[in-house]
């Protein structure tokens, strides 16, 4: 059982970082497009953070998720308490937010020209 629950955790990971990734990013590209270009409906614009918040919260929690899956299934290392779990998530909010809102603030002040430092990026 402890396998299986290894194995989804695992799948969860790939989710996450293959579906909610792509959407987070494309979510405050949208936003801070419109910013830019002084085109921001007050409604949707809270509607957008709310969901930018989410994807990036679940983004988070599945690298954490599989840590605590994986220590509780290994027979030599301790399980994961509450209390680390909760700075692993907030070190992964850290994480993750920076470097999205980097990408995203290069993507809606150059548009097509933030494929230039992702393939930097991937190539190194």
Not at 34 to 44: F, G, I, S, T
Not at 73 to 84: F, V
Request: hydrophobic share 50%; glycine share 2%; with cysteine.
């Amino acid at each position: 059982m402890l396998q299986e629950d290894s194995d989804a955790t695992f799948l969860r990971l790939f989710e996450a970082y293959l579906e909610t990734g792509p959407q987070l990013m494309l979510q405050a590209y949208i936003l801070l497009h419109a910013v830019y270009n002084d085109d921001v409906d007050e409604n949707l614009a809270k509607v957008q953070l709310v969901s930018i918040f989410s994807s990036l919260l679940s983004l988070a929690w599945a690298p954490v998720s599989y840590y605590r899956t994986v220590r509780l299934s290994s027979a030599g290392k301790a399980t994961m308490n509450w209390s680390s779990t909760i700075v692993s998530v907030l070190w992964q909010l850290c994480f993750l937010s920076s470097r999205c809102l980097a990408l995203s603030l290069f993507a809606a002040k150059f548009n097509e020209w933030v494929f230039v430092p992702l393939s930097v990026h991937i190539v190194v």
